[in-house]
């Protein structure tokens, strides 16, 4: 006599995918989205560093400012050396969306041009640029280290009175062409508050000197580039 078990063990396989499914965060419910009221992180506080000769390394810092002001957290970027060129139009996609983004706000101190690129630009007002902006860094995060960063702060409030997450894009370069000290680009990570997390992106070279300070170092690295062919900055693909 033969016992037929494949209606038992669909119903333990059923089982075990409902079990899998309830340790998931979402409980195995599908992700909807909800309103955008201000909150907290919980485990906010790391540096992350984001070099390499690939592309992502703004994008990936982006979407992560996208996805934490999704949260209701306080998203500020601040970017050097990103001016502008003639092959960018003056409004980038992205500043579009930022704008469009309850809690994720963004400034721009960068310079017309590439610094060392021999494109018309003035490296001296490049260096000038660069050290403000370095100098508005601190201002940021001394202003988040004044902020409450495990209560909610307001979706529209002043970048100044306190962020959770700061992006600081292309610093890296700025300090591996010399235009801020890697030095205080290390001072700025070991003094800011406990609680806010701080990124920063750029340069094609290691930045070395945040091994042992930085919690999350990733190399973008490059294996095709369509620049390597020819193309242009492409609206809605870089700009």
Sequence with gaps: MTHDTTDSDETDASTDDQTSAARTPGGGAAPEPAP?????????????????????????????????????????????????????????????????????????????????????????????????AFERATELVAGAGEAALREPLPLDGDPDDGVHLLILDEVLYAADRGLVDPADVVDLAESKPDDLELVLTGSHAEPAYLEGVADLITNVRKVAHPFDAGHRARRGTEY
């Design 36 to 132: 955008i009221e201000p909150a907290a992180p919980d485990e906010f506080g790391l540096v992350q560093a984001w070099w390499g000769d690939g592309k992502g390394k703004t994008t990936a810092a982006m979407g992560m400012g996208f996805r934490a002001a999704g949260h209701g957290y306080r998203v500020h970027m601040l970017q050097f050396m990103k001016g502008g060129a003639d092959s960018v139009e003056g409004v980038r996609g992205e500043y579009n969306a930022i704008a469009a983004m309850p809690g994720f706000t963004y400034e721009n101190a960068g310079h017309y041009g590439w610094h060392g690129l021999l494109d018309g630009s003035a490296d001296d007002e490049h260096e000038a640029k660069a050290g403000a």
